[in-house]
């Protein structure tokens, strides 16, 4: 069992930068893939980005690539989503997700481990 934890949303003028942290604990695996999802109200969860835990390969959705970078440290079992020129579009609730597939994946269906969510809100 592996436990996912975020933390780092809040409210951020447009422009602004975040960055959301995420806590893997339980039986993790240097093979996971460490995703970032998100759902905006009334929209389905879509793919944000997602990084090799063991090579550290990433892998961006078109939105937001060139402003999101994710990164990890495995020695501490975390994984970072750094936001950067936010906009009001970027408003959602964010997860953090594992993938035991340990290869580059978009679907939330190859996902078996995901935290709560995190709240981003991008004010105009």
């Known amino acids: 069992q592996v436990q996912m934890v975020e933390s780092g949303g809040g409210l951020v003028q447009a422009g602004g930068s975040l960055r959301l942290s995420c806590t893997a604990s339980?039986?993790?695996?240097?093979?996971?893939?460490m995703g970032w999802f998100r759902q905006a109200p009334g929209k389905e969860r879509e793919f944000v980005a997602c990084?090799?835990?063991?090579?550290?390969?990433?892998y961006y959705a078109d939105s937001v690539r060139g402003l999101f970078t994710i990164s990890r440290d495995n020695a501490k079992n975390m994984v970072y989503l750094h936001m950067n020129s936010l906009k009001p579009e970027d408003t959602a609730v964010y997860y953090c997700?594992?993938?035991?597939?340990?290869?580059?994946?978009?679907?939330?269906?190859?996902?078996?481990?995901w935290g709560q969510g995190t709240h981003v809100t991008v004010s105009s």
């Open positions: 997700a594992a993938s035991t597939a340990g290869v580059i994946s978009t679907s939330a269906s190859n996902y078996y481990y």
């Open positions: 339980g039986r993790t695996s240097s093979r996971y893939t």
């Open positions: 990084i090799t835990r063991s090579i550290g390969n990433t």
